[in-house]
């Protein structure tokens, strides 16, 4: 059955987080100049002195592409309810590794001479924290759909 409630709660995790891709995850001020980090590089920098200093955040967009795809995998996976849990379980290991992740490279581009203090983290990068929410609740739903089998199987 794929129309269950922990079905939407994963629905919406893939698209929260093909949204994150478009939107900047952390917004920096060098001087009068601003750019900003997304989960695949870094736009408006490139004309900055100090462009070759920035990391290269190819991590976040890896974990990023996993926290959706097994989203996306654990949707179909709904015969099996054990496999599903233990798939949403690794997700919530990749979505706090995503989170660290982009709180790291913020704080390593902070660090920069350059850059002042001025660091402004957008909506998008907490976008990580409403998907464990989700998680959460796309588990519980998992749970109480396996108790609700169990005790039909003790019926019959």
């Known amino acids: ?17 093909g949204v994150m891709a478009f939107l900047p995850l952390v917004i920096f001020h060098a001087g009068d100049h601003v750019f900003y980090m997304n ?11 100090f462009a070759q200093q920035l990391p290269n955040i190819w991590p976040i967009a890896i974990l990023a592409a996993f926290l959706g795809t097994l989203a996306g995998i654990s949707i179909f996976r709904y015969n ?3 496999q599903q849990l233990k798939i949403n379980m690794f997700n919530m290991l990749i979505n706090f590794g995503l989170l660290v992740a982009i709180f790291l490279y913020a704080d390593q581009v902070a660090q ?14 907490y976008i990580p924290v409403i998907t464990v929410l989700l998680l959460i609740l796309s588990n519980r739903s998992i749970r109480k759909d396996d108790k609700l089998v169990r005790e039909s199987d003790r019926l019959r």
């Open 1 to 17: 059955m794929i129309q269950r409630i922990q079905s939407i709660y994963l629905g919406l995790i893939f698209i929260l987080v």
């Open 39 to 49: 989960i695949f590089r870094f736009e408006g920098a490139s004309t900055l002195p």
């Open 80 to 82: 099996n309810r054990k």
């Open 112 to 125: 920069l001479a350059t850059v002042s203090d001025k660091v402004t983290y957008d909506i998008a990068a």
